[in-house]
C-alpha cells in the first residue's frame, strides 16, 4: 500500500546534539511537507518541498534544516539551533485535493 | 494568506448527541477546505473536503460539513455522537500561489457516557 513512512516513532536527543527525522513516500507525490504539532498550537509548517532539489522555508524554520535529493524522501534536521525542539513532528504529502500523514515522531530533549 | 480559525479548543458532548465543531476561514482565493481527524500518537486522516461544487460535504464516520462562502464558514457535524469519536479534529485550508495547507489550532472533542 503507498504511504509515508517516518522513522523512529519516538527519538531523544541531549542538549546541544543534531538529530535527523527521517521521512519517505511511496506515492509518487511532488510535494512532501514537515509539520511541528504542539498542545493548543494545532500543526506550524517548518519546510516544505513542491519538486526535488528544491524546498522553501515555513512558519518555523529556525533551527531546522532539510533536503530534497530523492523524491521519495525529505528528511528533517533539528539542529542545535532549535531552542525548543521537544514536540511531536508530522512529515506529509498532499496530493490534489488531499494530504497524507505519516504516523509522526515524538522527539524529547533530556 | 490564508487562515482558519477553530473557535473552542475543548467541546464536550454527551453520546448520542450532536456533535458541531467550528471552523472559520480567510481566504483570498477560493478555498479548499478539510477536516482532519487525530487519534493520540498517530498522524492526520481526512475526514472530508470540499473542493468545487456542492456545498453539503458528506465524510467518512457519519460527519458532514458545510461551505457556506457567505460566513466564511465550515463548520463540522454529527447527528449523534459515539464514544469512538472521541478524538482531536482539524480544520485547514489550501489556496494560493504555493498551496500550501494551514491548520487550525484544532479542536479536542470529548464523549461522555
Known amino acids: 500500500d503507498g504511504g509515508i513512512t517516518q522513522s523512529p516513532k519516538y527519538l531523544f536527543r541531549k542538549e546541544g546534539q543534531n538529530v535527523t527525522l527521517s521521512c519517505e513516500q511511496n506515492l509518487n507525490h511532488d510535494a512532501m511537507y514537515w509539520y511541528r504539532q504542539d498542545p493548543g498550537q494545532g500543526l506550524r509548517l517548518i519546510y516544505y518541498?513542491?519538486?526535488?532539489?528544491?524546498?522553501q522555508k515555513g512558519d518555523i524554520a529556525e533551527g531546522y534544516s532539510v533536503s530534497r535529493e530523492k523524491k521519495e524522501s525529505f528528511p528533517l534536521t533539528v539542529t542545535s539551533a532549535q531552542k525548543n525542539p521537544t514536540a511531536f513532528y508530522l512529515c506529509?504529502?498532499?496530493?490534489?485535493?488531499?494530504?497524507?500523514f505519516g504516523q509522526g515522531t515524538r522527539l524529547t530533549v533530556v | 494568506a490564508q487562515s482558519v480559525t477553530q473557535l473552542g479548543s475543548h467541546v464536550s458532548v454527551s453520546e448520542g448527541a450532536l456533535v458541531l465543531l467550528r471552523c472559520n476561514y480567510s481566504s483570498s482565493v477560493p478555498p479548499y477546505l478539510f477536516w482532519y481527524v487525530q487519534y493520540p500518537n498517530q498522524g492526520l486522516q481526512l475526514l472530508l473536503k470540499y473542493t468545487t461544487g456542492a456545498t453539503l460535504v458528506k465524510g467518512i464516520n457519519g460527519f458532514e460539513a458545510e461551505f457556506k462562502k457567505s460566513e466564511t464558514s465550515f463548520h463540522l457535524t454529527k447527528p449523534s455522537a459515539h464514544m469512538s469519536d472521541a478524538a482531536e479534529y482539524f480544520c485547514a485550508v489550501e489556496g494560493g500561489a504555493t498551496n500550501k495547507l494551514i491548520f487550525g489550532t484544532g479542536t479536542l472533542l470529548a464523549v461522555q457516557p
Open positions: 518541498s513542491q519538486i526535488v532539489n528544491d524546498f
Open positions: 506529509a504529502s498532499p496530493s490534489w485535493a488531499e494530504a497524507f
